[in-house]
């Protein structure tokens, strides 16, 4: 046997494997690439309301997509501690809401250098994207009304009941209109 023809026979089993290593590699590359986008746009989509599912969701995979950025896990860290602070009153509740917006927007960032987006800018990330003021108010009454329910179960407030009595000759009087 030749030269040639060892050359051939190796080429001819090593070609087809080197394929399938390569496209492999280029699918598992893309496959990474598309799921990391996804998390950035869930994040982006998501974040003026920091509350909705996606962007927790998101959050909680950055862990895992990002694993080998230490800039975007240590921005993830930062926030990650920042969210788990409890507030005692509306000043301490302002100051670390606050606080959530700027790591929130550092994290973006670093996510968008990871993903190659280098002309996004944090004062972009910042004041863009929308949420309705409409949100936020029925956000704010439905804490409000779980805060004042919880200290109601809690017997922490009491409930004012006016008992009232029906009177009957109302109800004829309105019965006799209509008819």
Known sequence: MTNENIIMTAAVIVGPILAVIITRWLDNRRSKKDMRLQIFRALMRDRRNKLSFDFVAAL???????????????????LYESLIKRWHNDEEK???????????????????????????EQTDIMSGGYAPQGWAERENKQYHINELLINLLENNNSLKVDIISNNTST?????????
């Open 94 to 120: 302002y100051q670390i809401t606050y606080e959530w917006d700027i790591l929130t927007t550092k994290l973006l960032s670093e996510v968008g250098k990871c993903l190659g987006f280098k002309n996004i």
């Open 60 to 78: 909680n995979l950055i862990e895992v997509e990002f694993y080998d950025d230490k800039s975007v896990i240590s921005a993830w860290k930062r």
């Open 171 to 179: 109800i004829k009087s309105t019965k006799q209109k209509n008819n």
